[in-house]
């Protein structure tokens, strides 16, 4: 949590990660059982990024994924990069042990073909 000088929350962050690839990510996390996570994190986290610098990259965790209108808004954050994670591609990464080489892959695909949220459960491609 960010607080001004006289203790007001301005912002709440979920989770900061800093890789040893050099990727600074803020965190976003939303645990619906049933419900995909529409558009209101995104535009959140893109507020929240929009007051760091440009090198600090956007990361969202769905347990139930996201709706069409979050994945579209993800797509047109730009200069501001979000990767979406539904929670198929969490479960492969922690039975893999492949974290951070995921975030890579998926960071890659975005920076290369405009794709936050490729999935990486359908494999990692780098």
Request: hydrophobic letters at 40%.
């Amino acid at each position: 949590m960010t607080k001004t000088d006289t203790q007001e929350t301005v912002e709440q962050i979920d989770g900061f990660i800093h890789t040893d690839n050099g990727l600074a990510c803020l965190i976003e996390c939303k645990d619906h059982c049933q419900d995909r996570v529409n558009i209101e994190p995104i535009a959140k986290l893109r507020n929240q990024l929009l007051r760091r610098s440009n090198a600090v990259i956007g990361i969202a965790f769905s347990r139930s994924g996201f709706t069409d209108p979050a994945l579209l808004l993800s797509r047109f954050t730009a200069p501001q990069t979000i990767l979406l994670w539904g929670g198929d591609e969490v479960e492969v990464a922690l039975e893999k042990r492949w974290f951070c080489k995921g975030l890579l892959a998926k960071y890659r695909m975005s920076v290369a073909k405009g794709l936050p949220d490729y999935n990486i459960s359908l494999g990692v491609e780098i």
